[in-house]
């Protein structure tokens, strides 16, 4: 089982990324899926999920609005669309899987597989 994030880069303020997260070995369709960020000397923190049955998703407030998660079950790849991003924005991106129950869905623990991370950096 692997799960491969790309699409981390540097961006100017503003500008706008695309990640993928690419599994190997377990479907996105069958699987809650989610992002998580961590920042130097920070904690993991919930960006996004969708969820395996309905595709329902959930955000974290600071990037509603500008961000957008979808998935692709034909090329079982989870994306994060992020527009107008910010400094703060800049992070170490995780794309994760499992299946959790929705009390849990913005929690690390809840997910059993994980991918690599890719960075982001946005300038002001």
């Known amino acids: 089982v692997q799960l491969q994030a790309s699409g981390g880069g540097l961006v100017q303020a503003g500008g706008s990324l695309r990640l993928s997260c690419a599994a190997n070995?377990?479907?996105?369709?069958?699987?809650?899926m989610a992002w998580f960020r961590q920042a130097p000397g920070n904690e993991r923190e919930f960006v996004a999920a969708?969820?395996?049955?309905?595709?329902?998703?959930s955000y974290v407030d600071f990037v509603k609005g500008r961000f957008t998660i979808s998935r692709d079950n034909a090329k079982n790849t989870v994306y994060l669309q992020m527009n107008s991003l910010k400094p703060e924005d800049t992070a170490v991106y995780y794309c994760?899987?499992?299946?959790?129950?929705?009390?849990?869905?913005?929690?690390?623990?809840?997910?059993?597989?994980w991918g690599q991370g890719t960075l982001v950096t946005v300038s002001s």
């Open positions: 994760a899987a499992g299946r959790v129950i929705t009390s849990t869905s913005s929690t690390p623990g809840a997910y059993g597989y």
């Open positions: 070995g377990l479907s996105v369709g069958r699987l809650d």
């Open positions: 969708i969820r395996w049955g309905g595709g329902s998703t």
